[in-house]
């Protein structure tokens, strides 16, 4: 039986073999939105990480594939000039995770591909977890074993699914996550950071450390921006906490990096006129959002287009094409 998937793929990979296809990708830019690359390509494929998380070898595939049918250019470069002799395409990581150092960098290095990483810089050099990793870790590891985790969420009123709580490691249990962290999302962010603190210790830290990114940007290949400090939803922010996020992550950025990017990237790509309003005002010219599709002089400057790459993306290329096309034709 042929999936949507398969369509898809097949879809992708004839329009972009396509003459007319590579014209109008020339003609405007690409700029992808990746999260985290685990070691394992089976890990990344589970169904609560697979949306966030790519396999290393997925991605060092997706590099090679990129290199042949793109110029990979830095950020602001291709924000400066989206349309050249062959399709332009830029990598962009967002939140600023542990592996981007140990597990996607070596591979940029050996495919010499540049890319920008936007900082959640209240985590960076830090213990803290990101909630949904914390929480959906938590109980994929452990399940009913989370007691105390258990009894604060369904205190907040999500209690945790059966099939979630139940030990197996199955395929129908991490869609189960998946599904759950999403119905945490709209709660206060304060909330699901106490919720954090629920959640079993763990051996490593999530974010990357100042050494690691002053290790990455000394290459000359990786370069950071902001992804406000706190990964608050700035939308849900009053307007004294909206300013300070964003002042506070630029600030923090100007005295950490030697040439943080003059671009704001959107947590969740949440966007209003009122956030838009208090990012150009800390100075951006320039923000990107989660929306679908390709950069061209006439992109809205503080709502720029991105595809996103999701395992499944960079596994296989087609997929990814599927994506583009879908973008170009915007």
Request: proline content about 7%; glycine content about 8%.
């Amino acid at each position: 039986m042929v999936t949507k998937q398969q369509v898809k793929r097949l879809m992708g990979s004839i329009w972009l073999a396509a003459p007319p296809a590579r014209v109008r990708l020339a003609r405007r830019g690409s700029v992808l939105m990746l999260h985290r690359v685990l070691a394992s390509d089976a890990e990344a494929d589970l169904p609560h990480r697979r949306a966030l998380c790519i396999g290393a070898g997925a991605f060092d595939r997706l590099l090679g594939w990129l290199k042949k049918h793109f110029d990979c250019v830095p950020l602001e470069d291709l924000l400066s000039a989206p349309a050249g002799q062959r399709p332009r395409i830029s990598l962009t990581f967002d939140d600023g995770w542990h592996d981007n150092a140990e597990q996607a960098f070596p591979l940029l290095q050996r495919h010499g591909v540049p890319a920008s990483i936007f900082l959640a810089t209240d985590y960076i050099g830090t213990s803290r977890r990101f909630w949904w990793e914390a929480i959906g870790e938590s109980l994929w590891q452990c399940g009913g074993a989370c007691t105390v985790l258990l009894s604060a969420l369904a205190a907040e009123g999500h209690p945790v699914p059966a099939i979630i709580r139940g030990g197996q490691m199955s395929a129908a249990r991490s869609q189960a996550i998946a599904r759950y962290l999403q119905d945490l999302k709209p709660l206060p962010p304060a909330r699901l950071e106490q919720l954090t603190g629920f959640c079993p210790p763990q051996d490593h830290c999530d974010a990357l450390s100042w050494e690691q990114v002053a290790m990455m940007e000394a290459s000359g290949l990786i370069r950071f921006g902001s992804h406000g400090a706190g990964h608050a939803i700035l939308t849900g922010l009053d307007d004294p906490q909206l300013r300070a996020d964003i002042a506070r992550s630029a600030t923090v950025l100007r005295e950490r990096c030697r040439n943080p990017l003059e671009v704001f990237c959107y947590p969740n790509g949440d966007v209003d006129a009122r956030v838009r309003a208090a990012v150009a005002v800390q100075g951006y010219p320039r923000a990107l959002a989660t929306r679908a599709g390709l950069v061209s002089p006439e992109s809205d400057p503080l709502a720029l287009p991105r595809i996103d790459v999701s395992h499944s993306a960079a596994r296989w290329p087609g997929l990814l094409g599927w994506r583009l096309m879908q973008g170009a034709l915007r």
